[in-house]
C-alpha cells in the first residue's frame, strides 16, 4: 500500500474520521447500556442479545478482514486460477459451521457458556483437555493478531503516503481498539464491525468495476487475456498442487470455523432463529467478497504483466491509484475504501482481543489460578493480559515478514488440533475424554514439530492437516475400543441432556 496518488492529507482526515467513530461508539455503548463492564457476560458476550443484522455483520468481519483484500488479491495474481481456491475455503467455513453451530448455541444458551473451552470441560469434564485447548487456542490468537498488527502497519503507512510511519501507526491504532474495547466490550465491537462491513462491500465493488473500466472490457475479456498470454496461470495443476489445494480447504475450512472469536459469537446469537437467519446471509458473502477480490487479482495480471513476488504484494494500491484517476466519484471512494480496509483490519483485531482476554479471565485465571476471584477482577486480569499481549506482539510486529500470506497459514497450524473434541464430541457420545486428549496433544506435537523443522507439507499436505489426522484416528479409535467414559457424579446428567 506504499505509493498511494491519493495518499497524505485525505488519508489522514480518513483515518481520523474512523478512529473517532470507533471510539464514539465504544462512549455510546458505555453511557446507554449500563453495567456493560460489570458482567463477564455482558461485556464478553454482549448480554447474548446479537440481532440478525449485527450477528451477520460481525461474524461477516471475523472471516473477512481488511488483511483478506490486500493479501488475497496479489495471490490470485501469482496464482492465476488455482486461487479460486479462496472462493472454495471461505465457502467450506460455513459448512464448518453449520456441522456445530446451531447444536452448539442451543447448549451454550442453556449452560450459559462464556467461552469455547466450556463446551469442552462441560463435554469431557477433563482439565488436561480444557488446559491444552485454551493455550492452542491462545496460540492461535497471537498468530491472528499479529497478522493484523501488521497488516494495520502497513496500511496506515502507505495510506498517509508516509506521514505516519509503520511503528507509529500501529501504536495509535492499537490504542483506539484498546480503548474502545475497554469501554463497551462485544457490543461496540460488533457494532464496528457493521461499519467495517459496510466499507468493504461498497469498496471492493468500486474497486472491480473501476479496474474493468480499466482494461476496456468486461469480465470475460479479463479470464481470456489470462488464458491467452500467460496459460500457466490457467493450467490444470500438478498432482502436488491438486493435493495441497484440498489440504488447504480442511486447513482453513475446518480451522476458521473454530475461530475462538467466532464461537463466541455464534454463543451471542440472542436465538438459533437469528444465527440460522444470518449464516443463510453470510452463505453468500464467499462470492460477493471473495469471489471479487480474486477478480481484482486477474484483472491486475492483465494491467501489470511480470510483476515480481515482492511487487505484487502492492497490487491492490496499484490497481486503487489508477481507479482514483477516472475521476471524482472513484478517488473519493478509493480514500473511503483503503480507509475502510484499515478499519477492518482494526476491527477484527478488536475480536481477536476481546476473545483472547476472556479466555484468559475464565479458562485459566478464575478456573485454575484464582477460583474465588470475583467477575469484576477476573475481566481486569483478562484485560491486562490481552494488553500485554499486544504489547508482546507489538515487539514481534517491528521486522515483519514480507509476504502476509505466510503469516495466514500459520495460524491453523495448531489451532485446527481442537476440532474433533469440539465437532464430533458433539455428537458421538462413546467419545472418551483420554483419547481425545492424548489425539490432541499428538496432533499438536506434530504439526507444530513439522512447522519447527521447516516441513510445512508432505506430499503437498499442510501440517495442520497431518496433525489433524493423526488426532482424529486417536481420539476415534481410542474412544471406539475404551469408551464411552464412566458416569461423573454431577455433570453427567446435564451431558446427556446435552447430547
Do not use: C
Not at 463435554?123 to 488436561?128: C, L, M, N, S, V
Not at 469480465?219 to 490444470?236: C, I, Q, S, Y
Not at 452463505?283 to 481484482?296: C, D, E, H, R
Amino acid at each position: 500500500m506504499n505509493d498511494l496518488t491519493f495518499a497524505g492529507p485525505p488519508g489522514v482526515i480518513v483515518l481520523v474520521a474512523y478512529g473517532a467513530a470507533m471510539l464514539g461508539i465504544g462512549w455510546w455503548v458505555s453511557r446507554t447500556r449500563v453495567g456493560v463492564r460489570d458482567s463477564m457476560q455482558s461485556y464478553y458476550l454482549a448480554g447474548r442479545h446479537l440481532g440478525i443484522i449485527v450477528l451477520f455483520f460481525t461474524l461477516y468481519a471475523t472471516q473477512y478482514s481488511g488483511n483478506n483484500i490486500v493479501g488475497y488479491a496479489p495471490s490470485a495474481y501469482r496464482l492465476g486460477f488455482e486461487w479460486w481456491q479462496s472462493v472454495m475455503f471461505m465457502t467450506v467455513i460455513i459448512g464448518g459451521y453449520l456441522l456445530f453451530a446451531p447444536r452448539l448455541q442451543r447448549i451454550a444458551r442453556r449452560e450459559r457458556f462464556l467461552t469455547p473451552t466450556d463446551w469442552l470441560r462441560h463435554r469431557f469434564d477433563y482439565a488436561p483437555i480444557s488446559v491444552l485447548a485454551a493455550l492452542l487456542m491462545l496460540w492461535g490468537l497471537g498468530n491472528f493478531m499479529l497478522e493484523q498488527l501488521v497488516a494495520m502497519g502497513h496500511g496506515i503507512a502507505g495510506l498517509t503516503g508516509g506521514t505516519v510511519p509503520y511503528q507509529v501507526a500501529m501504536l495509535g491504532f492499537v490504542f483506539v481498539m484498546v480503548a474502545y474495547s475497554w469501554m463497551g466490550g462485544m457490543r461496540a465491537v460488533a457494532f464496528t464491525d457493521v461499519m467495517q462491513g459496510v466499507a468493504l462491500l461498497v469498496g471492493v465493488a468500486v474497486l472491480v468495476i473501476g479496474g474493468l473500466v480499466l482494461i476496456g472490457g468486461d469480465l470475460g475479456d479479463a479470464f481470456t487475456h489470462v488464458v491467452t498470454e500467460e496459460p500457466d496461470k490457467a493450467a490444470v495443476p500438478s498432482l502436488e498442487g491438486s493435493v495441497s489445494w484440498l489440504s488447504m480447504l480442511v486447513l482453513v475450512g475446518i480451522g476458521a470455523a473454530v475461530y475462538p472469536h467466532a464461537i463466541q459469537r455464534i454463543y451471542a446469537a440472542e436465538s438459533t432463529r437469528t444465527l440460522r437467519r444470518s449464516f443463510a446471509w453470510i452463505a453468500w458473502m464467499p462470492l460477493v467478497t471473495t469471489a471479487v477480490i480474486f477478480v481484482v487479482g486477474i484483472i491486475g495480471i492483465q494491467l501489470y504483466p511480470g510483476l515480481s513476488d515482492g511487487e505484487s504484494e502492492e497490487l491492490v494500491g496499484r490497481i486503487a491509484n489508477d481507479v482514483a484517476a477516472l475521476g471524482p466519484f472513484y478517488y473519493v471512494m478509493m480514500i473511503l475504501l483503503f480507509g475502510g480496509i484499515i478499519a477492518a483490519i482494526v476491527s477484527t483485531a478488536d475480536s481477536v482481543l476481546l476473545s483472547f482476554s476472556s479466555i484468559v479471565s475464565s479458562d485459566l485465571y478464575q478456573r485454575h489460578i484464582n477460583p474465588g476471584a470475583s467477575e469484576k477482577r477476573a475481566l481486569l486480569v483478562g484485560k491486562v493480559a490481552g494488553l500485554l499481549a499486544v504489547a508482546g506482539l507489538l515487539v514481534l510486529a517491528w521486522n515483519p515478514p514480507t509476504l502476509l500470506v505466510n503469516i495466514f497459514v500459520l495460524k491453523f497450524e495448531l489451532l485446527i488440533q481442537i476440532a474433533p473434541a469440539f465437532i464430533i464430541g458433539l455428537y458421538w457420545k462413546r467419545m472418551a475424554r483420554i483419547p481425545v486428549f492424548v489425539g490432541m496433544l499428538a496432533g499438536a506435537v506434530l504439526s507444530g514439530g513439522m512447522a519447527l523443522a521447516g516441513a510445512g507439507t508432505l506430499f503437498g499436505i499442510h501440517a495442520g492437516v497431518v496433525g489433524l489426522a493423526l488426532n482424529t484416528l486417536i481420539a476415534v479409535v481410542g474412544s471406539a475400543l475404551f469408551g464411552p467414559d464412566k458416569p461423573h457424579p454431577t455433570t453427567d446428567a446435564n451431558r446427556e441432556k446435552s447430547l
